[in-house]
């Protein structure tokens, strides 16, 4: 008899599901016979990461039968410069995901409560789960921005963490810093208060200096190498918080956690401010042509600050499955109940049209 081993796992392993990550372009290539395919489902960077950091990655490809340095100490030092912060105020993870999982591990567990908004980026409520802590979902006001007043509200002595995504994943919305010091002063001193900037770069300029904005005893920013940077694949994030908080955090990381080419790519990135804001720049641009061209056909979803876009339409999974059948890979938002929406990465200018062309088709095709 095979044994039950979900009997044996620990209790919240029933209440979770692994992560479903944007379709890989190689899969979609299998499914679907083609030789080529544009991937506008994971909000990366169409340009790759700066030139720089590929160097480094090269000179230091060599070095990896050693262990990386666990400290990350480089980098440790160029981001405490870059945003004039003390370094044991840095937590590095693998990924901003790992960030975020590790400290809402280190403060929340059974019987404790992590607040967050419904449709926010839903890897809070996966590592709320996985820590085996309750999950407090609130409904956004609208169907798509944070009701912060609502999740201030919903905090009670059992909450340990509060997440906010800003700008939102997949909703796109973005709370600017008085907004969110207002919503700060109305929680606990007690509480960490995740603020998630992982599309920070983008909106840089309407948004200002976050880090040094804001304030509360528990305010963590969490960013990341994986957006604005290009290197998604390398799996670097970071927070700045509270020395006592990243110190707990740091409990909690495996060692090693930032692998040895990943740091030296992070370092060389954030070196290269021209290569970004040059990206960044692009990116904007573009998104604006996308939101311009799905707004003439009568089918953008909401105004998105960030590197992704919203198509809203009825018929959703025949737009997605005829997408696919081209060769486009959106993001279906069924999992964050918008079976009406399809998230759109912008792409480079390309692969922008080559989506626009496809849907222009396929609504043609809808409508036969
Ligand atoms: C809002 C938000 N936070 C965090 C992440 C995690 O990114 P990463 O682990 O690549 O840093 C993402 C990724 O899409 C995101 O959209």
Sequence with gaps: MSMDWMARAVPQTAGLYPYVPGKPVETLLREKGLSRAVKLASNENPYGPSPKA????????AGVNRYPDGDANLLKEALAAFHHVNRDQLLLGNGSNEVLDILIRTFAGAGDEVVFSS???IVYALAAQAAGATSVSIPEADGLTHD???MAAAVTEKTKVVCVANPNNPTGTLHGNSALQAFLDKLPRNVVVIIDEAYYEFVADEQGDSVHELSHPGLVISRTF??????AGCRVGYAIADAQIVALANR?????????LAQVAAVAALDDREWVMARVADNNSQRERLESALKTLGLLGGRCFGNFVLLQHSQCAEILRRLEDRGIIPRPLAPYG?????????GSAEENSEFL?????????LQE
């Design 54 to 61: 590929v160097i480094a990655m090269q000179n230091a490809a």
């Design 252 to 260: 909690y990381r495996e060692p090693f956690n930032l692998n040895l």
């Design 357 to 365: 062309q496809g849907l222009n088709l396929i609504l043609a095709e």
């Design 119 to 121: 449709r926010g980026f």
């Design 338 to 346: 918008m079976a009406d929406y399809l998230r759109i990465s912008v």
């Design 226 to 231: 994986s957006k604005a940077y290009g290197l």
């Design 148 to 150: 912060l007043d609502a």
